[in-house]
């Protein structure tokens, strides 16, 4: 059974840094490609940042860029998001997935996407 179990969400105020877990069982690193996903409430879930080949050249989306973080432990088999300077628009639940394709090509989401797992909430609010 595969399953992708988010945690490290909370609440945090405008500026605040929170650090996303995501463990993987089922499937391992060296044989999916996984990212971030998020959904803000009333809006479609999109992507955030995911990992490319040995872990290089990650894709973050725009919003993202110079704030966020995305990196791995294969001997964990676990993936994180580093969330700093956090701003109100980014309140969603954050999902990890995994991907045998690339997901960078993609912008970390697209219908097909193999699995992703239960999310962890994360509410940036003064």
């Known amino acids: 059974e595969v399953q992708l179990q988010a945690s490290g969400g909370g609440l945090v105020q405008p500026g605040g840094s929170l650090r996303l877990s995501c463990v993987l069982s089922?499937?391992?690193?060296?044989?999916?490609?996984v990212g971030w996903l998020r959904q803000a409430p009333g809006k479609d879930r999109e992507g955030v940042a995911c990992?490319?080949?040995?872990?290089?050249?990650?894709y973050l989306v725009n919003t993202a860029k110079g704030r966020f973080t995305i990196s791995a432990d294969h001997a964990k088999n676990e993936v994180y998001l580093q969330l700093n300077n956090l701003r109100p628009e980014d309140t969603a639940v954050y999902y990890c997935?995994?991907?045998?394709?690339?997901?960078?090509?993609?912008?970390?989401?697209?219908?097909?996407?193999?699995?992703w797992g239960k999310g962890t909430l994360v509410t940036v609010s003064s």
């Open positions: 997935a995994a991907d045998q394709m690339d997901l960078r090509g993609v912008g970390c989401i697209y219908a097909g996407i193999d699995f």
């Open positions: 990992l490319g080949d040995s872990d290089e050249d990650p």
């Open positions: 089922g499937v391992t690193l060296d044989d999916y490609y």
